[in-house]
């Protein structure tokens, strides 16, 4: 390979360059000569820089932090290695179960009638010779103030997870003497006594972090998992429509005008002009509700949207200057399209990506809660809202819980889809240089 000097010489003796004519080019001096990196600086990771914008605003991390750590909680508190109890399901058999508060606040009040099931069965163990005298304590501390407001009714406070315990304890007793009838027969009171103690020490007491619900199924755990069910619909959604909005709005957004785009036009608007919900509900009137058909029904209700606004971004950019120059070499249409106009649009794709992730969910949440995603066998975070409306005054966690989710989804993906945009869009990138 010539050095520099020898391409000099080439190219003179090739042009006929005399040396008089080479004295008159005025050239830069080898000793200020400066490298073009230390001019242009060195190139930089896009990545990196993108990453250093998004993270910038204070309010964009925090609501990162908060979406990365609501993520987690839905994959690892319904983890079958992690989890006390299985989502959805009571955690017990006991009727007793039921609407059990937060371990915070272990105390149930409630308001009672003289027939009530759990009055009589606490009055019952009362009365038993056995049971008042080994329960002494757990009896002691509960509260019952009949005529309560000088009406028929009988306010009952009590330790929900003492009773729980003590009905198990209870259920096993009264199993065995039924199954051991003839060798019990001449026991002693402190024979009995003694059994209770011996059955209690294999019943250990349990809690819940917020209780139960109507079905005795732990709210905690069960929320988490609804969540993770709503995250994993949501994700797949919005890829696919995110992608065919991309494909199809790209396309026709640089064939605006043609008879093509009059065509996908007048369909979007068909679509569009109804609200999403309506036609989410004929699709799974249709389809059915399993977690296939509703992937397909929120496809198909929710195509029109990112076909439309892809449309709108590219024409908004297609006659840009870098775009004619392109296409004045003869870049081809898919090259304009790819190379050159959606990385100028990128952010705001991203922004409408994220932003349909909560949109998809709530969707799924308002066909359960009118009634027509409700599953026999799992449950979702719509089935639960609607479940959790007539049960709130039982225990509010049961409602709270699920709808601070779809809140704080709602919120952090909000100020991550604006971040995404900030740090995307090229113009506001070159306004912050």
Known sequence: MMSANEQIKEFNEKYKISAELQSKFSLIPESERKNITTIAGKPKNIFAEMAKRFFTNPVVTIAFIIFIIMILCSIIIPAQSVRQYDPNIPILTSNKVYFLPPAYSEIKSTIATAEDTTLEYIKNIKNNEYFSEYFANILNAMHIEEWYNNTDNVKLEYNAYDLLWMSRIIDDYTAFIKANASEVSNWTKQDHLNKLAEIQRGIPRITTLLGTNGIGSDIWTTTWYATWRAFKIAF??????????????????????????????????????????????????????????????????????????????????????????????????????????????????????????????????????????????????????????????KNVWILLLPALILLTLSVSLHFIAVGIHDCLDPRIMSKRK
Not at 321 to 334: H, L, P, R
Not at 363 to 379: H, Q, R, T
Request: glycine share 8%.
């Open 236 to 393: 797949l959604v919005a890829i696919v429509v995110t992608v065919l909005g991309v494909a199809v709005g790209a396309y026709i957004g640089f064939h605006a005008g043609k008879l093509l785009d009059t065509i996908i036009m007048r369909v979007i608007e068909i679509f569009t002009s109804v609200p999403e919900l309506i036609w989410l509900l004929i699709f799974v009137s249709l389809l059915g509700s399993t977690d296939k058909t509703l992937i397909i029904a929120l496809i198909l209700t929710g195509w029109a949207g990112p076909v439309a606004g892809t449309r709108m971004f590219i024409i908004t950019v297609k006659d840009q200057e870098y775009i004619s120059a392109a296409k004045a070499v003869g870049a081809s249409t898919s090259r304009q399209v790819f190379v050159h106009a959606l990385p100028a649009i990128i952010g705001k794709i991203a922004n409408s990506f994220v932003k349909r992730i909560p949109a998809i969910i709530l969707s799924v949440s308002s066909l359960a809660f009118l009634g027509f995603f409700k599953e026999k066998n799992d449950i979702n975070l719509g089935q639960m809202l609607i479940d959790a409306v007539p049960e709130a005054d």
